[in-house]
């Protein structure tokens, strides 16, 4: 079975994080994100260059929750697709793109959090598998 990937982006949230909720109730998170750049340069060092920023949307529960922990300046990788579409605007259409957060969460490379764990029951580990393994392959 292959294993199940989708697109990733990590960056900072770079402007005040928007939540509305559509006609049919659904909550959407908005927010434009920055995306630090750097070049590597001939001697090993890397030079920092100016951030890109790109438009990020989550929608439904998932919104709400990211709505309450986000604020400008969090570091945050997220997984997702991009969407692209069209918008008319004097007579002329734009080519725009925006990124759809499936999953998002704090940078634990360059945040501090601490984690707050519920009573929830633990997924099986790789060593209480390990007997089952053995025994298959005798």
Request: no cysteine; hydrophobic share 35%; glycine share 10%.
């Amino acid at each position: 079975m292959t294993i199940p990937t989708q697109l990733s982006l990590h960056g900072f949230i770079g402007t005040v994080p928007h939540l509305t909720f559509g006609d049919t109730g659904v909550a959407r998170f908005y927010v434009r994100v920055g995306v630090d750049h750097y070049r590597k340069e001939a001697g090993g060092n890397l030079t920092k260059l100016d951030p890109t920023f790109h438009s990020m949307a989550m929608f439904g529960r998932k919104a709400e929750k990211a709505y309450n922990q986000f604020q400008v300046g969090d570091q945050f990788i997220a997984s997702g697709y991009v969407n692209e579409y069209q918008v008319e605007r004097n007579g002329a259409v734009e080519q725009r793109e925006e990124f759809i957060a499936r999953q998002i969460g704090h940078d634990a490379h360059r945040t501090r959090y601490t984690v707050t764990r519920g009573p929830s029951p633990s997924p099986p580990t790789l060593a209480a598998q390990a007997p089952a393994r053995a025994m298959q392959s005798t």
